[in-house]
């Protein structure tokens, strides 16, 4: 999983040619998206349930086969366990664009214990066998997945091992279609991101590809746990939920209950935490307890006014 075959940086989801807004932007064309996929379903009453709930989903991100493979299927099952909606599944990634130094330090250690796709694949059907309810959306690299082809001999085990979408953090829209048709065929969401500089007309494009729900990039940079967020951040949220006919869900930076909070109030329909819940695991990645405790915290903020 190491050959680089494309670049592109996760920051091109902002990029867009200007268009009337409510018009559709000439690059992305008039493709279908996903979100009437069975995995778009699962995942849309996941969203469901939490809102009846008077909640915002809450996501935690795990990185397969860290800090081992029979470790990781642990703390997968402690952040379901202790209050995740939906689940996000890294995919270890030699060259992960979009990831920070903590993401970066667990999929390295990952790989050093002999992570493969296979590893990956063989860990979400363990947790998609034993916690049925709820949705899984593997992280990963269009490398990864599409390589040199049209990504249907990866998705097409994705969807076998029990994922319900996949978010494939360098691919836009404008370079997605061949995939999007392979992963409705199969049934599977593609979700799509947008960053803090995607303009407006932009917004409303990736958010109608969308399948799922819309990932909705907190700043401009990398993953990683933050002391606060953008003060920008809950205008952010606002625009992209009046462009996205998709659950919004806010990640990066994400790092305590107070930042969940923060989000929730500006009207965000989920919440993505993923370095602050690697670090909590302690530097060898075996303190679950740790984790488990952190995800019941951020749960708990999750609750609306």
């Given amino acids: ?62 990185v397969a086969g860290y800090p081992d493979p029979a470790s990781s299927l642990a703390v997968a099952f402690a952040a379901i366990d202790a209050g995740a909606d939906l689940l996000e599944v890294g995919l270890p990634y030699s ?5 920070g130094a903590t ?7 990952a790989i050093r214990a002999g992570a493969t796709l296979a590893g990956s694949l063989a860990l ?31 998705a097409s085990r994705l969807v076998e091992a029990g994922a319900a979408g996949v978010i494939v953090a360098d691919l836009t829209p404008d370079e997605g279609r061949d995939f999007e048709s392979v ?5 599977l969401a593609v979700v799509y991101l947008i960053a803090p500089t ?31 967020l ?3 951040v809950s205008g952010l949220v606002a625009a992209a939920k009046a462009a996205s006919p998709v659950p919004v ?18 009207g965000a329909d989920g919440v993505i935490v993923a370095s602050a819940l690697i670090d909590s695991l302690g530097l060898d990645g075996h303190d679950i307890p740790a984790l488990s405790g952190l995800v019941a915290e951020l749960r708990a903020a999750t609750k609306r006014a």
């Fill in 183 to 187: 992963a409705r065929e199969l049934g």
């Fill in 249 to 266: 869900a806010v990640g990066f930076g994400v790092s305590k209950s107070a930042h969940v909070k923060k989000l929730v109030d500006a």
């Fill in 198 to 228: 995607s303009t407006p007309q932009r917004r409303i494009e990736v958010a109608r590809r969308s399948g799922g729900f819309l990932y909705c990039v907190s700043l401009v940079g990398v993953t990683g746990a933050r002391t606060s």
């Fill in 124 to 154: 979400i059907r363990s947790i998609s066998s034993a916690r049925p309810n709820t949705p899984l959306v593997p992280m990963c690299y269009a490398n990864q997945i599409i390589g040199g082809g049209d990504g249907r001999a990866v």
């Fill in 1 to 62: 999983m190491t050959t680089r075959v494309r670049s592109s940086a996760a920051a091109t989801h902002g990029a867009a040619v200007p268009t009337p807004t409510g018009t559709a932007a000439p690059s992305l064309g008039d493709a279908e998206g996903t979100n009437a996929t069975p995995g778009a379903r699962r995942i849309a009453a996941a969203f469901a349930r939490a809102a009846a709930d008077g909640r915002a989903a809450l996501i935690p991100y795990v």
């Fill in 95 to 99: 060259d992960p664009m979009a990831d």
């Fill in 230 to 232: 953008p003060p920008s």
């Fill in 103 to 109: 993401l970066q330090r667990a999929t390295t250690a």
